[in-house]
């Protein structure tokens, strides 16, 4: 089956090293609590914040290996007031787990997306 696992971190600097590390520090946590091999994954999708310009965050993938994974990188609507400096991630995986077994991460000042995941991430290190 196929199944969508959410996450999102936070940079300090648009930097091109700061955005590659923020993203291949969370990407490697979603695969690590999930129990994902490189080869179930789908297609990721990658969103940026509209002050994040320095790199595709796709590049953070690419330098992990993923060289036949399906991936994209976009903008993410610019609401008044909402969380800057924002790189959120939506990867597709074939797994056989149940959306209830499936674990999001959110890092950085990316844990205020989702303040009901805060326990789940405190306890994964997130």
């Given at each position: 089956m196929v199944k969508a696992i959410r996450g999102a971190t936070t940079v300090e600097e648009n930097t091109e090293q700061e955005i590659l590390d923020a993203t291949c520090e969370l990407l490697?946590?979603?695969i690590?609590?999930?129990e994902i091999d490189k080869d179930d994954i789908i297609s990721i999708i990658f969103s940026v914040t509209m002050d994040l310009n320095a790199t595709f965050p796709a590049v953070?993938?690419?330098?992990?290996?993923?060289t036949e994974t399906?991936?994209?990188?976009t903008y993410e609507i610019d609401v008044p007031?909402?969380?800057r400096k924002c790189i959120r991630v939506l990867m597709h995986i074939n797994t056989e787990k149940k959306n209830s077994g499936l674990k999001f991460v959110y890092q950085r000042q990316a844990r205020l997306l989702r303040p009901?995941?805060?326990?789940q991430n405190q306890r994964i290190g997130g």
């Open positions: 490697k946590k979603m690590e609590i999930n953070a993938a690419r330098r992990l290996g993923w399906a991936l994209m990188s007031g909402s969380l009901d995941l805060l326990e």
